[in-house]
């Protein structure tokens, strides 16, 4: 197996999320050296595919984290290549990248399989709720609340000695 330039865990990740487009999509574009390695990959998990056992089913669950797709691999792709003895991909090269001038390639499921056109559900239609008529509380009525002279005003009056008892 090709290192490419990754650690173990980043580079297992890497071929289960590859793995896991190439059966969602049927068809993925990536650089020709990963296409390769992936290959590899699921090519083995569609032949497990192909059995349809509990067992195989563990093993292909542990490269595909995906439910919907693990349940696609063992209920549409394993079927339909029930006759062939592997070779289930195709990789058609695409030529070099424009940034760092790598190798580019298409990898692709050899038949298509037709998607399955998931029955939606009735929804539940909510009956509206009856809206409630809030009568409006009567308002308290608060005694006024007395202004307070703006400092200045009271200072300038103390000053010109026109000072009351009740102003402080």
Known sequence: MRKLGRTSSHRK???SNLATSLLRYERITTTLHKAKEVRRIVEKLISK?????????REAGKV???????????SQ?????????????????????????????????VEKVAPVIEKKEEKIE?????IKEVKPKPEEKKPPIAKKEPFFKRLFRIRKGKATESSD
């Open 126 to 130: 909510k009956k509206p709720k009856e």
């Open 64 to 74: 595909i984290k995906d439910k919907e797709v693990l349940k696609k691999l063992f």
């Open 77 to 109: 792709i394993g079927p339909k290549f029930k006759e062939r003895f592997g070779g289930y991909t195709r990789i058609l090269r695409l030529g070099q990248r424009k940034g760092d001038n790598a190798s580019l390639a298409l990898i692709e499921l």
């Open 49 to 57: 595919a192909k059995k349809d056992t509990l067992a195989s089913r």
């Open 13 to 15: 990740a890497m071929f």
